[in-house]
């Protein structure tokens, strides 16, 4: 969705809330114990690591996503 600009003229900012708004629906953005999977910093590098990459390294991206939102991440 950030990578997409998916609100027109490069608006990164509305995708990547919605990207956290999804993690926060899908109990991935918190630990069982509260605390934030990732620091807040960690996150902002994340989306903008998706939204200057390159089409062709989307399956790269996902496979980061995934493994950094896992418990152990």
Do not use: W
Not at 10 to 20: A, D, Q, S, V
Not at 41 to 63: F, H, P, T, Y
Request: net charge negative; glycine share 10%; charged share 25%.
């Amino acid at each position: 969705m950030i990578q997409d600009h998916p609100f027109g003229d490069g608006n990164k900012r509305i995708g990547t809330l919605l990207f956290l708004e999804y993690l926060r629906r899908a109990g991935l953005l918190l630990r069982a114990n509260g605390e934030p999977r990732l620091a807040d910093n960690a996150m902002v590098a994340l989306a903008l690591l998706i939204a200057e990459s390159e089409a062709g390294q989307k399956d790269l991206n996902i496979r980061l996503v995934l493994n950094l939102l896992e418990d152990g991440g």
